[in-house]
Each structure stands twice: as structure tokens, then as C-alpha cells.
């Protein structure tokens, strides 16, 4: 039996890598959140015994520490992140102080014998793009945004932490997710909600820019198989889409599958933050998936449905 810790575990992304882990009667899975952001209802329920969950912050050693001490864990999937564009531009102290996170989870993995560390990066370390698609290897890590640089030093942390101590790791750099649990602090589901009700979908500047969305199966299915077939060691590995689309597209999408209402309402352009071309390169990720990518329709009807469904239980 594996013994694996996930943090943020409430957050959208670790909530389904804990179902999918949990999928496995060979795992105990230990969550840990302090939902910031994310929602205790995203937690999977008992399995048996093998899921337990700490309220926890990670970025407090005396906390996390306590959680290490108790278990001895094979593997630690590290997640937990102050998410969302517009919190994490209004809140770049907080951001920040997520490196001691990292720097815990580093230390109390060294410490206490785990064999491998995940780590959720991101595409903003990519900043804007000088290439497409963006590639893991080639592509520079310009972005000054504090979420990226976090992101950035957390990358140096886990390669500086193999040299020095042969802690294996790998690093997923996560471009757009979404699926039925995602917050509506991000752009599918605000779009989605937007035109159930009827409501203007507001765009920011002109919509050309664009992005890739992978549908949240595809992105657990990829980083399960990585772990469970140990693939990708000490390598970084983009988790998305390839099939890019602007997102005034993905209004008139969202608009059209759900027979809405809704005009798309242009506001100013984000006055930092909103690259203007996202598109990774998804080599790898495609080398360890078995099943075939969804498709966007098909991902955002499913969401689509999902939330129909929340709000038949509201009302």
C-alpha cells in the first residue's frame, strides 16, 4: 500500500487527483487544505479507512510538520497554491508567501523518506510566449508576475533539491483546466454561469487572445499515469490542450451550447497578466495517456450539466 499526501486537496485539480487516487484500494491518500480556496464539498468521502483529512496550512511548518510526523508518506503530490488571476494580482504578499510552502514540503520530504515530490507549476512561468507552442525545454520563464515567479522558484527548489539530496521529483506546469468543480473565479466557469442566467459575458479587451483548455479528466488521467508508471522522472511535463481558441470564441461557444441569452460585453484589457497566446506543447503528456483527449464541446457540455444540476438542488 502507498501512503500519499496531497495538499490543497479541497482545490478543484487535487480534489479530483484524490478520487482518482483513492480509485486504487492499494493507496491511503492524507488530504491537507486550509480552504482559502478551496471547498470542503470538493473532499471525496470515506474510503474505508484509506482518506483522512487535516485542515492544515502548509505554509506553516509547525502545522504541516505535525502531518509528516504522523504518516510516513511514499509520495507527496504539492498543490496547495493561492489561485486565481485577479487574487493573486491583488494579493502578491500572500502569493509569495507560498514559497515557504514549498520550502516546507522540500525539507519534510528530505527528512522523512519520500520517494518522489509532484509539484504544480503552471504556464504563467512561461510569461509571454517567444514560441508556439511552448515547450519545456526551450521556452524562456519570463513572467515578473508574483504567482510565476513562485512558480519559478519552486521549479529551482525541486531541481536544487536532487542534486544536493536525490529527492526525485517532477513538475507538472498545468495550463488552463476546467471542469463541473472549478470556482467561478476562472473563465469557463464565470462563462458558463454568466449564460445559464442570462447574464452579459464579459471579455476583456478585444478576445483574440488566446488559450487551451483540458478538460479535467484528461489533466488527473495524465498526472495518475506519470505516478503509478513512473514516468517523467525529474522532468518537467505540460498538462493541457493543444487546440488553441480565442476566448471570445469560447464565449460564443459557451453561448451557443447552452442556448443563452447572454451578449458578450467587452471591458479594458487586464493592464497585466493576460498573455496574449497560450499553447503548449503536449508531447509528453500524450505519451502517457491511454485514453483520447475530450473534446471541448464535450467537456463543456459536461459542465454545463453539472451546473444544471447544482442549481436544480439550490432551488
Known amino acids: 500500500m502507498a501512503t500519499i499526501l496531497i495538499t490543497g486537496a479541497a482545490g478543484f485539480v487535487a480534489s479530483g487527483m484524490c478520487d482518482a487516487l483513492l480509485a486504487d484500494p492499494g493507496n491511503e491518500v492524507v488530504a491537507v487544505d486550509n480552504f482559502e480556496t478551496g471547498k470542503r464539498n470538493n ?22 510538520s505535525g502531518v509528516f510526523f504522523s504518516w510516513k508518506f511514499d509520495v507527496v503530490f504539492h498543490y496547495a497554491a493561492l489561485v486565481g ?25 528530505k527528512n522523512t ?24 525545454r526551450t521556452t524562456p520563464l519570463n513572467s515578473r508576475l ?47 454561469r454568466a449564460a445559464l442566467n442570462h447574464e452579459n459575458i464579459t471579455v476583456y479587451g ?33 498538462i493541457g490542450s493543444d487546440d488553441e481558441i480565442t476566448i471570445l470564441q469560447l464565449a460564443e461557444t ?10 458578450i460585453v467587452h471591458l479594458p484589457a487586464l493592464p497585466e497578466g493576460d498573455m496574449s497566446r497560450r499553447k503548449p506543447d503536449i508531447t509528453k503528456m500524450k505519451s502517457v495517456l491511454k485514453t483520447p483527449m475530450t473534446p471541448l464541446e464535450a467537456g463543456l457540455s459536461q459542465v454545463i450539466d453539472a451546473y444544471k444540476r447544482s442549481l436544480d ?3
Open 206 to 238: 478585444d478576445g483574440q487572445q488566446t488559450r487551451t483548455f483540458c478538460f479535467i479528466d484528461d489533466n488527473v488521467n495524465a498526472c495518475v499515469n506519470i505516478y503509478r508508471e513512473n514516468h517523467l522522472i525529474n522532468e518537467v511535463v505540460n
Open 313 to 315: 438542488v439550490r432551488h
Open 113 to 136: 523518506g519520500v520517494q518522489r515530490v509532484f509539484f504544480s507549476s503552471s504556464s504563467e512561468v512561461y510569461g509571454e510566449p517567444f514560441e508556439i507552442p511552448q515547450n519545456e
Open 146 to 192: 508574483p504567482y510565476a515567479i513562485v512558480k519559478n522558484a519552486g521549479e529551482a527548489w525541486l531541481r536544487a533539491y536532487w542534486k544536493e539530496f536525490k529527492l526525485p521529483y517532477t513538475i507538472f506546469r498545468f495550463f488552463n483546466t476546467y471542469g463541473p468543480r472549478q470556482s467561478e473565479d476562472f473563465v469557463v466557469a464565470r462563462f458558463i
Open 85 to 109: 488571476v485577479q487574487r493573486t494580482l491583488s494579493n502578491p504578499v500572500r502569493v509569495l508567501a507560498d514559497m515557504d510552502g514549498i520550502r516546507n514540503i522540500l525539507n519534510l520530504s
Open 43 to 64: 473532499l471525496p468521502e470515506e474510503h474505508k479507512g484509506r482518506f483522512s483529512f487535516i485542515k492544515c496550512d502548509v505554509n506553516d511548518y509547525r502545522d504541516i
Open 254 to 263: 459557451v453561448i451557443e451550447l447552452t442556448d443563452s441569452r447572454s451578449k
